[in-house]
């Protein structure tokens, strides 16, 4: 039996070279898609591993390198994507579900990277809302500046007010929206700070220390990360109880400042956003020395720093 061997420009030679052709095509185009994005969502939603596949997906031009941000909050029942690029375009969409809302946003970065992309039809379901830095749909408007409730606690360092670095558990509860901020804020001073004469070692005082303060806020930056700038008075009690005397000797005294904190929170959720603080507090009224038997023990400071560390739920 005779065998024929295929000629050179056999039909299924063609194929397979065509077949690689596009596969490394594909290939290139899948690389050259240099998309950055950093992405935080609520559980239910998309991962961002099937976010940057979408993107991929609806893109069918080269691109140049591109970074994007899209954090997704949810908000009485609703889900708010808010989006931001490295070219300084900003938007925010509303919808439903968290997976309408993340649809929509792989169809809005797609277009920004490869604006002759042509998504499908169904890509943005009804009930979607769209904002962004050169026009806005009034009901999101509305939604944007939408005050909400806010529950907080943190530990506050402080030095300046007490003899030693001194530490406190703070709550507060207050309100937010997006462009500001203000609260009522209680700390109390958990441990008690020693302080002893120079000339008598044994004789001194513990000090004890509370706070309620009013805060309004500026937020200079709203978004991942939010940054705000604070103030507001300050009313404190200082309290000093006397040792190694033949009789207890107390004293303490009431004191009203102000207080500015500059404050960075951190979204984790929809609801929740950790916040670090750093500030300073100034005595206005009731900067009092404390006194045993004519010497004098200590001397708050006038003006004394705080640090803070804690989390805030809005609702």
């Known amino acids: ?68 941000s899209i954090v997704i909050e949810q908000e009485q029942g609703r889900f708010i994507a808010h989006l931001s690029s490295n070219d300084g375009a900003e938007r925010q969409l509303e919808g439903n579900s968290c997976d309408e809302v993340a649809e929509a946003s792989a169809v809005v970065l797609a277009l920004a990277i490869s604006p002759s992309s042509r998504p499908p039809r169904n890509a943005v379901k ?59 804020e209680g700390m109390y001073w958990l441990r008690r ?14 000090f ?4 309620l303060s009013g805060s309004g806020c500026i937020a200079a930056k709203d978004g991942l990360p939010r940054i705000e700038f604070c103030g507001g008075p300050e009313l404190g009690h200082l309290a000093g109880r006397g040792f190694g005397l033949p009789t207890a000797q107390d004293a303490a005294s009431f004191r009203l400042g102000f207080q500015a904190t500059s404050e960075i929170q951190l979204p984790v959720s929809g609801h929740i956003r950790l916040r670090g603080g750093l500030g300073i507090a100034a005595v206005v009224l009731g900067r009092h020395a404390f006194y045993i038997n004519g010497a004098e023990l200590y001397r708050p400071g006038l003006l004394a720093g705080r640090a803070q560390l804690g989390v805030d739920v809005i609702f």
């Open 193 to 206: 700070e020693r302080e002893t004469l120079s000339q008598s070692p044994a004789t001194g005082g513990d």
């Open 126 to 184: 009804n009930g979607m809302h769209e904002t962004s830095a050169s026009g806005a749909n009034p009901s999101r408007q509305h939604s944007n500046h939408r005050v909400k409730f806010k529950l907080g606690a943190a530990a506050v360092f402080d030095v300046g007010t007490m003899p030693g670095l001194d530490w406190a558990l703070g709550a507060r509860a207050g309100v937010t929206a997006r462009s500001w901020s203000a609260s009522l």
């Open 208 to 211: 004890s220390w509370w706070s």
């Open 1 to 68: 039996m005779l065998l024929r061997r295929p000629a050179s420009g056999s039909p299924l030679l063609l194929l397979v070279f065509v077949a690689l052709t596009f596969g490394v095509a594909a290939h290139a185009r899948a690389d050259e898609q240099q998309l950055t994005l950093s992405y935080r969502a609520p559980l239910e939603c998309p991962s961002a591993e099937a976010m940057l596949r979408a993107v991929r997906r609806l893109t069918d031009a080269r691109s140049k390198p591109y970074s994007a």
